[in-house]
């Protein structure tokens, strides 16, 4: 089946860093791929979409200048957390698609950030 | 406003019983669900889904059924297994907002007791 691999799975950085995360399909070309987030015990709440090729959409919330993200090809989306807080820690998970009918989206299995 | 609602943070389940998950929604538009299962510090993995044209769909010991009128459906596992302890998270989706946007609930947290 679709994989998607997300990297890396877990990553400390001190704040004011940036930290970059990698999401790729490994078998399937993404035309869409999108980032969420999770809070502990909470959804996960979509952050931004992004079609390979064009700019991001950003949900309501999310700063754009903060949340760089990157979709240069159709099998990688970058996103980088900009000089990083504390309370920019959590769980950042990505998802692909490969086309505009309803099928399940793939996730990745996750980054976790902590900034100290 | 949360468009996706999981009441139960929490269930519990004998082993070899079925297991019971509910979920509600709120915007009328959403025409596409899904359930997805999620171990800790895992990205969600895909279960089953149904279209809003359907009122039922199988796969397996898993059962989701759609209620349109109330705008709730369930997912049912039977007979539940250990495994099946994770966080399940019911999903929708909008025709037109593009590729799957999906709209997640917050979980229900399923243990299975042996």
């Known amino acids: 089946g679709a994989v998607v691999s997300q990297h890396p799975s877990w990553v400390i950085c001190k704040s004011g860093t940036s930290v970059k995360i990698e999401c790729r399909s490994l078998d399937f070309q993404a035309t869409t791929m999108f980032w969420y987030r999770q809070f502990p015990k909470q959804s996960l709440m979509l952050m931004a979409t992004?079609?390979?090729?064009?700019?991001?959409?950003?949900e309501q919330g999310v700063e754009k200048d903060k949340f760089l993200i990157n979709h240069a090809s159709l099998t990688l989306s970058t996103l980088t957390v900009t000089s990083a807080h504390p309370e920019d820690s959590s769980f950042y998970i990505c998802?692909?698609?490969?086309?505009?009918?309803?099928?399940?989206?793939?996730f990745g299995n996750g980054t976790r950030l902590t900034v100290t | 406003d949360q468009q996706v609602k999981q009441n139960s943070p929490s269930l519990s389940v004998q082993e070899g019983r079925i297991s019971i998950l509910n979920c509600d929604y709120t915007n009328s538009m959403f025409d596409y669900f899904l359930w997805y299962k999620k171990y800790p510090a895992e990205g969600p993995t895909f279960l089953i889904s149904i279209s809003s044209i359907k009122d039922k769909n199988e796969d397996g010991r898993f059962t989701v059924f759609l209620n349109k009128s109330a705008k709730h459906l369930s997912l049912h596992i039977v007979p539940s297994q250990p495994g099946d302890s994770a966080v399940y998270f019911c999903?929708?989706?909008?025709?037109?907002?593009?590729?799957?946007?999906?709209?997640f609930g917050k979980g229900t947290k399923l243990s299975v007791i042996p």
């Open positions: 992004s079609n390979e090729g064009s700019k991001a959409t950003y």
């Open positions: 999903a929708a989706s909008a025709a037109g907002a593009g590729s799957y946007q999906l709209t």
């Open positions: 998802s692909a698609s490969g086309d505009r009918t309803h099928s399940p989206l793939h």
